[in-house]
């Protein structure tokens, strides 16, 4: 494979497909001539490779060919396993990180990993308990033996493998084990905090720590914008994630903002309650009156009711089996998956998110990472002086002509509404002279999420939506090839250049003035 060659002018993007995960590489040219690198992401989901073939590994190879073995910038956006467990993939033949072979010259993070931040710390301490909150419900599943009978079981864990690392949840646990035993004076959060820094994810974050000289650039949405090294004019503004709390745990999308109306959770729970099935399996509410408890039964007050219940809920040796899953002794640990799942929510909504303006044209690229709601909220009143003048969030979206599908496309990475709209929508993007030359990626295994997840990703109607608005012009990572709508011309698609390879799609944006 030849070096990836930066273009005469703007950026090129090559969008790799290894599978459901973000990686993109992006080649522009320096002020004498040489290509300038960056890389944002590198990861996928465990098996979701689209084709056998093209495996993570592969994709590091071809990264290291295209660059010359050097990259300037390596960005990431947050520590989720579809983004940076690439970065701790190993050579199954030396045992070494694939990234060794790769010289790495900044590390770009958002700054909620700055240890210098105190909100930062304390984001990151949330997260952290709410990490070891969630072990301990899995432990706790285990012990009461639940862990082949109970799917939030199964779900739990595979968000927890989302979180931690590939099949991590293990490792963690027997991490904070030996970490007890070792510094038992050690406080409950020291102890977590010593087991977490252990597991994949972090090991990636850590590892591209250790690579570089000095301390990586922590990127803030209050700062100025920032430089790419040796590259004249091009300007990268972070967006995201917002300094403010409210805003990071806004996770959902509420009323015009959604692309569907979405039903809220207490109506589902009255819906659930309501619905016609079988008694058994229908929740109910009840009066205390109407209970009765273990002991009772285990004296004997009702002999009839002690066999009902002794052969649906006794232990091993009594009559019948012990089903746990039956009894509420542990049917509080049933909230550690919509726990799990807001901590998955809630690190997606620190994503970093980029807009990155070229000189000539103004043209922006807006990379997203897996940001949700708050996140696309705190764009709005964002504003930066550049050269004398103010430059607003609004403009650099309005100039946006490649847009990277916020979290594989699902329904709450991408908001909906009107150009008029007061908060950052799909409509802001792509405005007046730059509306023709709109293009959008979709880094996606929607057969594989479909199929393993039970996911829409993406989102039937963000797709229809953002291929509307290019024009047919979206990228998706396991289609091979774009098609041509037929509303558009032969002679208009063959402006639409493009690289359409097994291992990735490559598309430039110029910077050239008409």
């Known amino acids: 494979m030849p070096r990836m060659q930066a273009p005469e002018s703007g950026i090129t993007v090559r969008m790799y497909r290894q599978g459901h995960g973000d990686c993109f590489l992006l080649a522009t040219r320096k002020t004498d001539g040489s290509a300038f690198y960056m890389l944002i992401d590198c990861g996928l989901w465990t098996n979701s490779e689209i084709k056998p073939e093209q495996t993570i590994d592969k994709v590091i190879a071809d990264i290291a060919k295209a660059t010359g073995n050097r990259l300037d910038v390596v960005l990431v956006t947050h520590e989720h396993m579809d983004h940076v467990n690439g970065f701790a993939k190993k050579d199954p033949e030396t045992g070494k990180p694939c990234f060794d072979a790769i010289e790495i010259g900044e590390l770009w993070l958002a700054w909620t990993e700055d240890g210098e931040d105190d909100l930062a710390n304390a984001v990151r301490a949330h997260f952290h308990d709410t990490l070891l909150a969630l072990m301990g419900a899995d432990e706790r599943l285990d012990r009461a033996g639940l862990a082949a009978q109970s799917p939030q079981r199964a779900m739990l864990r595979d968000l927890l493998s989302f979180e931690t690392g590939e099949d991590a949840a293990d490792e963690l646990r027997k991490r904070l084990e030996k970490i007890r035993k070792r510094h038992p004076a050690l406080s409950a959060r020291e102890q977590a905090e010593l087991a977490i820094e252990g597991i994949t994810n972090k090991r ?281 709508p037929e509303d558009v011309s032969a002679a208009e698609w063959e402006k639409f250049s493009r690289v359409e390879r097994d291992l990735f799609f490559e598309y430039t944006i110029p910077d050239a003035l008409a």
């Open 204 to 484: 990636a974050i850590k590892y591209l720590r250790d690579r570089i000289e000095g301390e990586p650039l922590f990127l803030r949405p209050d700062r100025e914008p920032y430089m790419l090294k040796g590259v004249d004019g091009v300007r990268v503004y972070a967006l995201g994630p917002p300094r403010d709390v409210e805003l990071l745990l806004s996770l959902e999308p509420r009323g015009e903002e959604a692309f569907e109306l979405l039903t809220d959770s207490l109506t589902l729970s009255l819906l659930t309650a309501t619905m016609v099935g079988e008694p058994e399996d229908a929740p109910r509410s009840f009066d205390p009156r109407f209970g009765m408890s273990r002991r009772d039964v285990e004296k004997g007050h009702d002999p009839f009711m002690k066999t009902f219940f002794t052969s649906r809920y006794g232990a091993k040796g009594k009559r019948g089996f012990a089903q746990a899953w039956r009894q509420i002794d542990n049917e509080w640990l049933a909230g550690s998956e919509s726990l799990a799942l807001r901590l998955n929510n809630e690190v997606n909504n620190t994503s970093l998110v980029i807009a990155i303006e070229l000189p000539l044209t103004g043209k922006v690229l807006l990379f997203t990472g897996d940001a949700q709601r708050g996140n696309w909220i705190s764009w709005a009143p964002l504003n930066w002086t550049v050269g004398g003048r103010t430059v607003t969030a609004r403009e650099l979206l309005g100039r946006t002509v490649f847009y990277k599908a916020g979290h594989h496309g699902s329904h709450n990475a991408t908001l909906d509404g009107s150009v008029d709209a007061d908060y950052p929508n799909i409509s802001w993007l792509a405005q007046g002279a730059f509306k023709n030359d709109f293009v959008a990626v979709i880094p996606a295994n929607a057969g594989w999420a479909k199929q393993e997840k039970n996911w829409e990703h993406p989102r039937r109607s963000i797709e229809t939506r953002l291929k509307q608005k290019a024009r047919g012009r979206v990228f998706r990572s396991d289609v091979d090839h774009v098609e041509r």
